[in-house]
């Protein structure tokens, strides 16, 4: 076929690809749209790239240590040394992930012995980061929940929305977050889910809430509960900073409230922050089942999806993981270090609330002691942000979400002093 019948015409320069006859050739990719970024990861650029030697980086969801470095655990280092000194062959893992640390994780998620886990009625992928796990169980649902739809908190992490959506499934918000009391709005909230349709997907942050650090109380928890069961609607838990709020046990709450209900729910959850193993994609996603025979089927699925996929997760991830969750003298190291780190943000926000509080005695600030997790809303507008990093170095998120954990003693007297000028 001659170019000049309509065909494409192959071998041009740059790879163009002719169009119909007389119209300019165009490449195959010209039509792509520019990415872009994602907002934090390119504020997270944006801050490597400021030569300033005194600015604060409150951007991205990284645990710091008050000398401003990523901590190296040292129940994982040593896992890791354990691993190097016994190290053989690395094949493929099974695309359900490494048995070990899938034991590991029901252990931690549900407590030991819940009839949950010894009745074999909920099924566990290891996955790559909750984000991985996330993902997957979208994809899931998607295959096998058809028309089922998608709610999340106003706000929610922006990733939320974007890999439900990535999955072909509609995306909607639910009441949440209110700024004017610093708190949630429940009965908005529980109105909008009691008129969702059974089989609605609702999206719940188990602890830590991600960007407000606003979380549902025991009581509202036990409150949601019958609505959720009533309703017949299908949680969609993500725990992705167990330990940072109340404590490993404590931040478990939610999802062991939901499995004695007896709902069939999804949980996704991270070791990122809490073993401090970002680059490792250590996750898992769990779903609760009816009975052992309905955890197998969608067990069966979950592999079907991933082998689609990634086919199968990491095996180094796993057996870090496994080792300091299985060992008894590595889980009471990687315990201790997770109450150490939870004290230290608790400490910086009474500090940031201290100075603030002292420079502007007009204004509450006691979200910031109310809030839990790495995160907390500051209620900054984006001018009042923009001007926090032109002016004073300081980067956070445009939305006004700060992340506690990036502060420290040396930066937090000054970073509170930005943040009273700019509200003044």
């Known amino acids: 076929m001659s170019a000049g019948s309509g065909g494409l015409s192959r071998g041009g320069p740059g790879g163009q690809v002719g169009g119909a006859a ?9 039509h792509l749209e520019p990415y872009a970024g994602d907002p934090i ?6 801050f490597q790239a400021d030569p300033r030697p005194d600015k604060v980086n409150l951007s991205i969801g990284i645990y710091f240590d008050d000398a401003g470095r ?55 992928l290891q996955t790559v980061g909750s984000s991985g796990g996330l993902r997957v169980g979208a994809d899931f649902i998607r295959r096998w929940l058809p028309g089922a739809q998608v709610w999340i908190s106003d706000p929610s992490w922006d990733n939320h929305r974007a890999m439900f959506e990535g999955a072909g499934l509609a995306v909607h918000a639910y009441p949440y977050y209110d700024a004017a009391t610093g708190g949630v709005r429940l009965d908005a909230m529980r109105d909008t889910l009691a008129g969702l349709p059974a089989g609605s997907i609702v999206l719940l942050h188990a602890c830590c809430h991600n960007p407000t650090g606003v979380d549902l109380s025991r009581a ?6 019958p609505l959720l069961r009533e309703r017949g609607l299908i949680p969609y838990l993500d725990l992705a900073y167990q330990g940072y709020g109340d404590g490993i046990e404590e931040d478990a709450f939610a999802l062991r409230l939901l499995a004695a209900a007896g709902l069939t729910f999804f949980v996704a959850n991270s070791f990122s922050k809490s073993m401090s193993v970002y680059g490792e994609r250590a996750g898992a996603l769990s779903v609760v089942c009816a009975d052992r025979a309905e955890a197998e089927l969608v067990l069966g699925q ?4 991933v082998r689609r996929n990634y086919s199968s997760p990491s095996i180094h991830a796993a057996g870090i993981v496994a080792r300091v969750l299985a060992d008894p003298v590595l889980r009471a190291s990687w315990e201790a270090d997770v109450a150490a780190m939870r004290s230290r943000i608790q400490a910086m926000r009474r500090a940031l609330h201290g100075v603030l509080a002292a420079k502007r005695p007009g204004r509450d600030f006691r979200y910031f002691l109310t809030q839990r997790g790495m995160f907390s809303y500051t209620g900054l507008a984006a001018a009042q942000v923009d001007r926090l990093r032109e002016e004073f170095g300081v980067y956070l998120v445009r939305s006004g979400r700060i992340c506690v954990a990036g502060l420290n003693s040396g930066n937090v007297e000054r970073t509170a002093a930005a943040i009273a000028a700019v509200v003044a």
């Open 70 to 124: 990523i901590p190296v655990l040292d129940c994982v280092r040593r896992a890791e040394a354990q691993m190097l000194e016994e190290s053989g062959p690395k094949p493929y893992l099974p695309i359900e992930g490494s048995a070990a640390m899938r034991k590991a994780v029901q252990g931690l998620l549900f407590g030991a012995g819940h009839e949950a886990v010894a009745s074999g009625r909920v099924a566990t």
């Open 302 to 305: 979950l592999k079907a999806t």
């Open 220 to 225: 509202q928890w036990e409150a949601l509960v």
């Open 22 to 30: 007389g119209t300019a050739p165009r490449t195959v990719f010209g």
């Open 41 to 46: 990861l390119s504020l997270n650029a944006a």
